[in-house]
């Protein structure tokens, strides 16, 4: 093979992979969804604009949910 084939076969295999590169940052949940990051405590706590308590552990992240506007909803839906 020429260097100007595997240049082309170079670019071609870039191209490639940028254009897959860029679909999956833009997922729902790719890194482009991202708008803070915060570390989480060892110890439940509060994290900026985000309802509940939040904490991290060895086992991963974690959350204590709490009622909307801190009620409590009795009875059935």
């Known amino acids: 093979?020429?260097?100007?084939?595997?240049?082309?076969?170079?670019e071609v295999e870039w191209e490639r992979w940028h254009v897959q590169r860029e679909a999956?940052?833009?997922?729902?949940?790719?890194?482009?969804?991202l708008t803070g990051f915060s570390w989480l405590a060892d110890s439940p706590s509060t994290v900026g604009g985000l309802p509940g308590q939040w904490w991290a552990t060895d086992t991963g992240a974690h959350l204590r949910a709490e009622p909307a506007g801190g009620r409590?909803?009795?009875?059935?839906?």
Do not use: F, H
């Open 24 to 33: 999956d940052l833009a997922t729902d949940y790719g890194w482009l969804s």
């Open 72 to 77: 409590r909803r009795t009875g059935r839906r």
């Open 1 to 10: 093979m020429s260097a100007v084939t595997d240049d082309i076969r170079a």
